[in-house]
Nanobody, 115 residues
Framework: QVQLVESGGGLVQTGGSLTLSCAAS????????MGWYRQAPGKQRDLVAR???????NYADSVKGRFTISRDNTKNTVYLQMNSLKPEDTAVYYC?????????WGQGTQVTVSS
């Protein structure tokens, strides 16, 4: 088991920046991957960014060039740096850990981008 606690969400204006953090309750150095997903009202939960154990990251097309995912294994934490935010980025953002065959989720943090 691993518990995930997200933080860093909030209200920001269009063009602004936020950094989300996800702290794991134990070591993440050997998990398969960590990622961020988001879910807007009435929509499905979609992948935003994912980073695997080798440090390779992939992003949704809608956030490429604006968002950066990173992980700090010494702090058991994964980050999502979000720049040039747009109203369509408004959603609840969820942290995810893949430890085959299991997946763990955080409780989510709200990000609201005002126009």
């Amino acid at each position: 088991q691993v518990q995930l606690v997200e933080s860093g969400g909030g209200l920001v204006q269009t063009g602004g920046s936020l950094t989300l953090s996800c702290a794991a309750s134990r070591s993440i150095s050997k998990v398969n991957a960590m990622g961020w997903y988001r879910q807007a009202p009435g929509k499905q939960r979609d992948l935003v960014a994912r980073i695997n154990s080798g440090g390779r990251a992939n992003y949704a097309d809608s956030v490429k060039g604006r968002f950066t995912i990173s992980r700090d294994n010494t702090k058991n934490t994964v980050y999502l740096q979000m720049n040039s935010l747009k109203p369509e980025d408004t959603a609840v953002y969820y942290c995810n850990v893949e430890e085959y065959p299991l997946k763990y989720w955080g409780q989510g943090t709200q990000v609201t981008v005002s126009s």
